[in-house]
């Protein structure tokens, strides 16, 4: 017989409020006879006394947490007739669907397994960042690293090691886009993956390098747009930080690429000069106010306003 099954036969209201007469009887006679009333509840249980009552200390079952979707398609069902069939119609729709991208998928990878295979890519960055593997960060996986954040300055080393980090905007951008499509197609075969370390370590650099690299050219910008529109389309937020940082290089970018092309022509404008101002500004904060006015065509005061306004925005 199970430890389960002799449990389920302890009666054990009873031998509760036996056990309360065996600590509080009135007299001794009345603590004795509860005592072997005890012995031969357990005993009918196929339990020592001391075992029986070891049931009574041993901690209640944690309660469940309740379910807030419990009953929630009934509850549907009554507001909106037809609401069960309408659902089941569309999970076997997206089921379907599903399945055919699995099917289309196969052809192209030949298995399952290759899908999930890490790319030479990724046997690379994960083998870059074993080194920094942290236990102890139990949600990202390595040392001091948090997602939103970027690669730690550790990581950002270990990552260049491989070659593969793209040194502008529309490289991360299309390398952002090839690791979307890959987890994309392991969702396919399975619907609650989620990436290994090394993939989201590799995530978090490419949406880094998409914040916050420069690259002043009409390419540069198109794809920063393209950034901008997928995080518009989204369905999660982020960090106000990251977003401050966008926008920031994306200005850089358009004021450096409007006072080259007005460099070419030969004609400078106020709107141009305050361009090239900014452009300075972002790529050689070190320069002084004078010099950069020099290669701007203004006034170091005018240099000076531009400077303590942007340093305004940062702070």
């Known amino acids: 017989m199970t430890a389960h099954a002799t449990a389920s036969k302890l009666d054990m209201a009873k031998l509760a409020k036996l056990r309360a ?7 001794p006679g009345e603590r004795e006879a509860a005592r072997a009333k005890a012995i031969v ?15 009574l200390d041993a901690p209640a079952p944690a309660a469940q947490p309740a379910n807030i979707f419990t009953g929630f398609a009934d509850w549907m069902e009554e507001r909106e ?21 699995c099917r289309e ?17 990724e046997a690379a960055i994960r083998d870059a960042l074993d080194p920094l593997t ?16 970027g690669p730690t300055p550790e990581m950002w ?7 593969h980090v793209p040194a502008t905007v529309p490289k991360a951008w299309a390398a952002y886009q090839a690791q979307e499509a890959r987890t994309d197609n392991r969702i396919a075969f399975c619907p609650d993956y989620t990436p290994m370390a090394w993939e989201s370590a590799w995530s978090s650099a490419l949406e880094y390098l998409l914040d916050n690299l ?5 390419e540069g910008i198109a794809a920063r747009l393209d950034w901008l529109e997928f995080l518009a389309n989204r369905d999660m937020a982020r960090g106000i930080e990251a977003d401050r940082n966008l926008i920031a290089s994306l200005q850089s970018d358009f004021a450096a690429f409007v006072a080259s092309n007005s460099r070419q022509s030969g004609h400078s404008t106020a709107a ?3 361009a090239a101002v900014l452009d300075l500004l972002a790529q050689a904060p070190g320069l002084s106010d004078r010099e950069i006015s020099r290669r701007a065509g203004c006034s170091p005061q005018t240099v000076g306003n531009w400077r303590r306004k942007l340093e305004g925005a940062v702070q």
């Not at 942290?134 to 954040?149: A, I, M, Q, V």
Request: proline share 4%.
């Open 21 to 27: 007469l065996m600590d509080r009887g009135a007299t």
């Open 41 to 55: 509840l357990a005993a009918s249980a196929g339990l020592t006394l001391a075992a029986a009552l070891s049931k």
């Open 81 to 101: 007739p037809g609401y069960k069939v309408r659902e089941a119609a569309r999970r076997a729709e997206r089921e379907a669907k599903r399945l055919a991208r």
């Open 105 to 121: 998928l196969l052809a192209v990878y030949g298995s399952e397994d290759a899908v999930f295979a890490p790319t030479d890519l």
């Open 134 to 149: 942290e236990p102890g960060n139990s949600l990202w996986g390595y040392r001091d690293f948090k997602f939103s954040d």
């Open 157 to 163: 080393e270990a990552l260049r090691v491989t070659g």
């Open 214 to 218: 420069r690259t002043p050219t009409a």
């Open 272 to 274: 141009q000069r305050r």
